[in-house]
């Protein structure tokens, strides 16, 4: 309480006042951190803040640590670097010095003057696949968003075998009988820091939001099941990403025990904890991207998730939180159904065929295709409709349903304009996985040539919902388009993200109910 106290006299002295300084400081428990305001003296940002020691040497593939304390003022104006990762995707680009184990940091953006020092948080966990990712990627850049009245935070967590590697002796020494979720863990220790820390730059860590997209969509729902987690968030937002995934279930940790010790001994010659620990990163690093056939992704641990996310969702057992989540138009893909088959009628139903054998009929009239271009669309649906739509559709019903909060759904359907200049064909359908971040943070790239007014409009309004959501669980407010909750007992509403934003009824509850009655995720 004293470094918050101490941390609020210090921020007034050097911004909550009209002062020409271009720097804030503030005192947290590890020791003063010094931030920058920016140029037009709207948004005051922290980069680059510890919130856990460095997940190296003896620490590599344990739970996060505290992080050390500091002597002096520590400046806080650049990213850390990014977790270890690869060059996995050609759309993520990034502003810190690199990878390195060293990359437990977190950021935080707020306005310059605040109406109050009782600011909303919105915590952000970047997606990625659990593979690749970072906090400083521009489109999440949360400066824009921070001005709707909110505090942006967001933070690095350990990626693919840095932050998902399960082995026997780990699971020993762990003291919670438990391995593999380092990365999830990295999470809780910055939910942590902020629930102890944010009151000194003016947030209330009591009104919490966690909020992400892919992988951290995943994360989020994750989150949400985890009793590490409770009470250290009051709402929650997933975009394109739930552990509700149809075509691949949580694993075990005896099974991840499993495939990571033949991993090591494959690719190291050894499974001996000691040496793989003396390995250098860079050989880790390159002996698990070599591997496509073994995936570190979240695992039941035993410990952030004692069991089955399903069956903790199922008994209620899962935070009871208001939750806002949805996904985008075009997610799917005609060749996850096809393969390298023409996308044609006979195909299709050849397709479904195989993928429903006791449901093909009733599957055929809900994604209907009389054409070769019928044919492609329907694929294209039932892609997206298999994949994370019903992953995100299950997850709202089970938190509307078992923790009997508010939701709220969305769709993004805008077409997002093809760059100034580009010639040649239409490239196709681009409300794609991954298009809504720059309208969710309004940070719209730059181009030669301006947007269209439509999109800037999308991006305002979809922060201006994501801010209020923030604040008090509600998304509505005065001049916006109603976005009535996602209630079982009326019409399915969605609020759709296009040049024309408006709620709609669902048109295609009949296809997840479908979908549903053939999965894993039955409730007794």
């Known amino acids: 309480m004293k470094a918050a106290v101490i941390g609020v006299l210090l921020f007034g002295l050097h911004g909550l006042a009209s002062s020409p300084l271009k720097t804030s400081q503030v005192r947290i428990a590890n020791g003063v951190l010094e931030g920058v305001i920016s140029a037009d003296d709207t948004v005051r940002t922290f980069k680059g803040i510890p919130f856990a020691a460095p997940p190296v040497g003896a620490l590599r593939w344990k739970e996060p640590q505290p992080a050390p304390s500091w002597e002096g003022v520590r400046r806080a104006s650049e990213y850390g670097a990014r977790c270890m990762q690869g060059r996995i995707y050609s759309d993520m680009i990034f502003r810190d010095n690199g990878p390195s184990e060293d990359c437990l940091y977190l950021n935080l953006w707020m306005p310059a003057h605040p109406a109050t020092m009782r600011l909303p948080v919105m915590v952000w966990i970047y997606g990625g696949g659990f593979a690749a990712g970072s906090t400083s990627e521009p489109r999440q850049d949360g400066g824009n968003l921070s001005k709707q009245g909110v505090m942006v935070v967001s933070m690095n967590y350990r990626l693919g075998i840095f932050g998902f590697f399960s082995h026997p002796e780990l699971t020993k020494e762990s003291g919670h009988n438990a391995s593999g979720n380092y990365g999830l863990l990295d999470q809780v220790a910055a939910l942590r820091w902020v629930h102890d820390n944010i009151a000194a730059f003016g947030g209330d860590p009591n009104n919490v939001t966690i909020f992400g997209e892919s992988a951290g969509a995943s994360s989020v729902s994750a989150l949400v099941a985890s009793p590490l987690a409770k009470g250290l968030f009051q709402k929650a937002i997933g975009e394109s990403g739930s552990v509700f995934n149809l075509s691949r279930e949580v694993r075990t940790l005896a099974k991840s025990e499993e495939v990571n010790l033949h991993f090591a001994q494959d690719a190291f010659g050894t499974s001996s904890l000691a040496a793989l620990r003396g390995k250098s990163a860079a050989d880790v690093l390159e002996a698990a991207l070599k591997r496509k056939d073994t995936r570190f992704s979240m695992i039941v641990d035993g410990y952030f998730l004692p069991e089955n ?21 075009d997610e799917g893909s005609a060749r996850a159904i096809f393969g390298e088959a023409e996308a044609t009628p006979e195909n299709l139903a050849a397709a479904i065929h195989k993928l429903f054998p006791e449901g093909a009929d009733e599957a055929l009239r809900l994604y209907p295709a009389k054409r070769n271009e019928e044919a492609k669309h329907a694929a294209e649906e039932l892609s997206r409709d298999r994949g994370v739509g ?106 759709h993200f296009a040049a024309d934003s408006k709620a709609a009824p669902d048109k295609h509850q009949k296809r997840y109910a479908f979908l549903d009655s053939l999965s894993p995720y039955q409730r007794p």
């Open 309 to 329: 996310p399903f069956a903790i969702y199922s008994a209620g057992k899962q935070s009871h939180v208001p939750l806002l989540a949805g996904w985008n138009e």
């Open 390 to 495: 019903y992953a995100m559709w299950k997850w709202l019903a089970l938190q509307r349903d078992t923790a009997h909060v508010t939701t709220y759904r969305y769709q993004f359907d805008r077409d997002r304009p093809r760059p100034p200049g580009s010639t040649g064909p239409d490239p196709g359908p681009r409300a794609y996985h991954s298009a809504e971040i720059e309208y969710v943070f309004n940070m719209l790239p730059k181009r030669a040539e301006p947007w269209p007014p439509e999109d800037h409009k999308i991006a305002e309004l979809m922060s201006t919902y994501w801010a209020n959501f923030a604040k008090t669980g509600d998304p509505n407010g005065p001049g916006l388009p109603p976005w009535p909750a996602y209630n079982s007992s009326g019409p399915f509403a969605v609020m």
